[in-house]
Every structure is written in structure tokens, then in C-alpha cells.
């Protein structure tokens, strides 16, 4: 079935640390993987996506992973920032959009 | 570029109420969506419209709700009437391609229903 599971649900760092998040999707799911932010009282935005012909992209201090053999994708925020407090989520593309359950980040100052 | 507008941004109603929500997506954007997000998950959705059809409306419960697109832009999704279990955050988003690629959403409408 169409189903994205997303790992963990809440996660806590110290400043300056680094945060991984973790996603495994179902057979089905297309070749495209974006991770969306959600601040409070925000809708969800966009800060990165990557599609199957990759195993890795990176934008400054965010990176994906992604094992299409394993069905795992992964985010990885380095250098941790209070900013980047907020609620994570994972999506696949299946004949539509399907959003895991969400990872809130705590960045610790 | 302005972008995905929704109002309003809270509503409070009783139960058995009807409520409506209103979305003007970024311009030019053919493709427009009508998620939900319960507290502490990700967004559900809820209908899918290219242009001012409706194609795939698979998990919007028609028995109370309905949504519409007239000409294509700016769209209303309505509940009514209102139950306790509708409350949570509706969003609204679109997209200038269909079925990938990024999804701009707007802040979202914060029903209660008491």
C-alpha cells in the first residue's frame, strides 16, 4: 500500500550538533522524495528534494540520502541552529503526494 | 510573488455549524490542493484539482464536505454541517505541475469546533 514511515517522532539536539531523520517508503512509490519544514503556524515549505537517479544531494547545511534498494531515505542537518527548530516531514510520490507523520526538532541553544 | 492565500486563518464554530475556507493559489499555478493536518501528523489530502477539475477527490468524506473551483483559480472547500472530530488545520497548496515537484502551501485555516 501507499505508506511513508518516518523516524523518530521528536528529536532533541544541542546546538551545533547534527539531527538525522529517517523515512522508509512502500514498493510503489514514484522516483522523486522531498522533505518539507513546518514552523508553528506555518504551512508546511520545501528545503530539499531528491529523485532516484541520485544517492545524495546537499544544499549548504542539509543533505539527503537516499537507498532505493533498502527503500530509505534519509535528512541530515549539520551545525544545528535554534532556527532549525521546527516540524520535519518526509513525502513519496505516489499517484499522489504522501506525507509521513513528522519529526519535531528541538535545537537546543 | 505573492503566495498561497487562505482565509481565515481561525475560525471557532459549534458543532452541526457549516464553515467555509477560501484559497487563491500562487498565480499561474494550474494544479491546487486541499490538504488536512490533525494535530501532530502530516497533511492528508483531501482533493486535487487541475484547473477547475476535480481529479481525485478519493478521501474528501462527500457526505459533508464539498469544494469547487470555479475558473480555475481561487477555490472554497465547505463543511457542513460541522462535527467536534473536524477539527484541525486546513491547508490549501498548489503547484505549477501536476503529481510531482513542490507543493507551495499556504499558512493554513485553524477550525475548532466546540
Known amino acids: 500500500g501507499e505508506n511513508v514511515e518516518q523516524h523518530p517522532s521528536t528529536l532533541s539536539v544541542q546546538e551545533g550538533d547534527s539531527a538525522v531523520i529517517k523515512c522508509t517508503y512502500s514498493d510503489s512509490a514514484s522516483n522523486y522524495f522531498p522533505w518539507y519544514k513546518q514552523e508553528l503556524g506555518k504551512g508546511p515549505q520545501l528545503i530539499i528534494d531528491i529523485r532516484s537517479n541520485v544517492g545524495e544531494k546537499k544544499d549548504q547545511r542539509i543533505a539527503v540520502t537516499l537507498n532505493k534498494t533498502a527503500k530509505h531515505f534519509s535528512l541530515h542537518i549539520t551545525e544545528t541552529q535554534p532556527e532549525d527548530s521546527a516540524v520535519y516531514f518526509c513525502?513519496?510520490?505516489?499517484?499522489?503526494?504522501?506525507f509521513g507523520p513528522g519529526t519535531s526538532l528541538s535545537v537546543i541553544p | 510573488e505573492a503566495g498561497v492565500v487562505q482565509s481565515p486563518r481561525y475560525k471557532i464554530i459549534e458543532k452541526k455549524q457549516p464553515v467555509a475556507f477560501w484559497c487563491n493559489p500562487i498565480s499561474g499555478h494550474n494544479t491546487l490542493y486541499w490538504y488536512l493536518q490533525n494535530l501532530g501528523q502530516g497533511p492528508e489530502l483531501l482533493i486535487r484539482y487541475e484547473n477547475e477539475e476535480a481529479v481525485d477527490d478519493s478521501q474528501l468524506p462527500k457526505d459533508r464536505f464539498s469544494a469547487e473551483r470555479l475558473k480555475g483559480v481561487d477555490s472554497t472547500l465547505k463543511i457542513q454541517p460541522a462535527e467536534l472530530g473536524d477539527s484541525a488545520v486546513y491547508l490549501c497548496?498548489?503547484?505549477?505541475?501536476?503529481?510531482?515537484?513542490?507543493?507551495?502551501f499556504g499558512e493554513g485555516s485553524r477550525l475548532t469546533v466546540l
Open positions: 513525502a513519496a510520490i505516489y499517484d499522489k503526494v504522501i
Open positions: 497548496a498548489s503547484s505549477p505541475l501536476s503529481g510531482a515537484g513542490e507543493l507551495f
